[in-house]
């Protein structure tokens, strides 16, 4: 995966079996409570608040945890006590519609849906994807697919 030169890149994750995907993917790897920790900035994907409590507890001075977790309607509790305000944390949210305010001057929707397609050509993202379940049955399957121990990340749908 392409990081910053000398940027340290770690998947923390609960299931141990992704070990192997972070290594397909060129990542390290730790459990969280193994997990690197004074991260710059910290990347919070699972959806689950035990994440986000994580990901703050990980995180260094002044450093940025990024939310990209939907969550939908529900409430989601955010440990803000602790070392929160001493380590002056920054807790930003993603929206992958449409390119930041701050960053409109500098890139284009265009340009940022270039870099997305160019970063999608690293076949080491193929470990990522499930095989194909055809449309047609999807309604027997769907529940399978999102069932939190399937261990799909990205299941691809094959249209007739």
């Known amino acids: 995966m392409r ?16 070990a192997e995907l972070a290594r397909t993917l060129g ?16 990347v919070h994907a699972s959806a689950d608040p035990r994440g986000l409590a994580t990901a703050l ?14 969550y939908g309607v ?8 602790g070392a929160f305000h001493s380590r002056r944390l920054k ?14 001057a500098t890139t284009s929707h265009r340009q940022r849906l270039q870099q ?9 993202l193929d470990a990522l994807l499930m095989p194909a379940v055809p449309f047609h049955e999807l309604p ?3 529940s399978e697919i999102l069932d939190p121990k399937s261990g799909v990340l990205c299941q691809l749908i094959a249209y007739p």
């Open 27 to 42: 990542l390290n790897f730790a459990a969280p409570d193994d997990a690197p920790v004074d991260c710059e900035l910290v």
């Open 116 to 124: 997305a397609i160019e970063l999608l050509a690293d076949a080491r």
């Open 57 to 70: 507890d990980i995180a260094g001075d002044e450093a940025t945890i990024l939310e990209m977790s939907w």
């Open 3 to 18: 990081a910053g030169a000398g940027a340290e890149v770690t998947l923390i994750d609960i299931n141990p079996a992704r």
């Open 140 to 142: 027997e399957r769907l």
């Open 91 to 104: 807790v930003v949210s993603s929206q992958v519609g449409k390119v930041a305010t701050s960053r409109r």
């Open 74 to 81: 529900g409430s989601v509790p955010v440990p803000l006590g």
